[in-house]
């Protein structure tokens, strides 16, 4: 997971605020979902990936769910 560097906080990719380091957050990477935190998953910089808080990937639309 490619991850910002120390002195930069990623942000949620659905709602835009920081996630914080100690926050639980969803990785999203390669079509693979991880439940992280920032502190566990620094330095894990091998793929692009999208950050989202957990309460806000828990938000949004499922494949292949109906709306």
């Not at 639980?24 to 998953?41: C, E, G, H, K, W």
């Not at 793929?47 to 957990?54: A, G, I, N, S």
């Amino acid at each position: 997971m490619r991850q910002a560097p120390l002195n930069e906080r990623p942000t949620c990719r659905h709602c835009g605020d920081v996630i914080g380091s100690y926050e639980p957050m969803i990785v999203v990477s390669d079509d693979q979902v991880y439940a992280t935190s920032i502190l566990a998953a620094r330095g894990d910089e091998t793929l692009p990936c999208h950050h989202y808080h957990e309460a806000c990937y828990t938000q949004l639309p499922k494949p292949g769910a109906e709306e």
